[in-house]
């Protein structure tokens, strides 16, 4: 089965620096990676995909991800980073079977 | 374009009753993913509606049901209710056509309280 990993449960950063959310994949095949964020009291939005093609992806809101193949990584990314970044952000695969399968997800916080 | 639509967004239950949830997915959608969103267990998928046929279901008991409707709008029915079934379930639409198909969009969801 697909899987991901995040290792980090909390991330902080201050308004203006990079943000990096990191996640690791598992899969046999080729993999279909999505990033998502949920912020409070909410559904998921889609921020970006990786199906084929250029390593970097570039997505909602200014966001990007780098798929490296060799350290098995789909790293969210985004430059300067803003308060209304602040959310929990879930990286996923694509299973076969064309569920997704999620990992257990980052809180962001973005300090002013 | 009016996104995944849920209803309702707050339900109450006691345990032992039935549940029905109910989504709308965006127009041209013909897949419907149902997943649950539980304290501590995260995001789990549940039940793919795909032209009215269900085509997988994560690992849940069979009191976990669901049907797809002829407009592609989506039901999902949790019996016998159980407190551990408190939880945000959520609902997502796709296009069947590839490589649209990869990408699902997700509802605002419907949070049960089983009480």
């Known amino acids: 089965a697909q899987s991901v990993a995040q290792p980090e449960d909390q991330v902080n950063v201050a308004e203006g620096n990079p943000l990096t959310v990191k996640c690791t994949y598992s899969?046999?095949?080729?993999?279909?990676l999505f990033w998502y964020v949920q912020y409070p009291n909410r559904g998921l939005q889609f921020l970006l995909k990786?199906?084929?093609?250029?390593?970097l992806v570039k997505g909602s809101y200014g966001f990007e991800a780098e798929f490296n193949k060799s350290q098995t990584s789909f790293h969210l990314k985004k430059p300067s980073a803003l308060v209304s970044d602040s959310a929990l952000y879930f990286c996923?695969?694509?299973?076969?079977?064309?569920?997704?399968?999620f990992g257990a997800g980052t809180t962001v916080t973005v300090r002013a | 374009e009016a996104g995944v639509t849920q209803s309702p967004t707050h339900l109450i239950k006691t345990r032992g009753q039935q549940a029905t949830l109910r989504c709308s997915p965006i127009?041209?959608?013909?897949?419907v993913y149902w997943y649950q969103q539980a304290l501590g267990l995260g995001l789990q998928f549940l039940l793919w509606?795909?032209?009215?046929?269900?085509?997988n279901r994560g690992n849940f008991p069979p009191r976990f049901s669901g049907r797809q409707f002829p407009n592609y709008s989506s039901e999902l029915n949790v019996n016998a209710l159980e407190l551990e079934d408190s939880a945000l379930y959520l609902c997502?639409?796709?296009?069947?056509?590839?490589?649209?198909?990869?990408?699902?969009?997700f509802g605002p969801g419907t949070r049960l309280t089983v009480l």
């Open positions: 509606y795909d032209e009215g046929e269900e085509r």
């Open positions: 990786y199906i084929t093609g250029d390593n």
């Open positions: 997502a639409s796709s296009l069947k056509r590839l490589p649209y198909r990869d990408t699902q969009y």
């Open positions: 127009s041209g959608h013909t897949s």
């Open positions: 899969v046999s095949g080729n993999p279909y």
């Open positions: 996923a695969v694509r299973d076969i079977d064309y569920k997704l399968s």
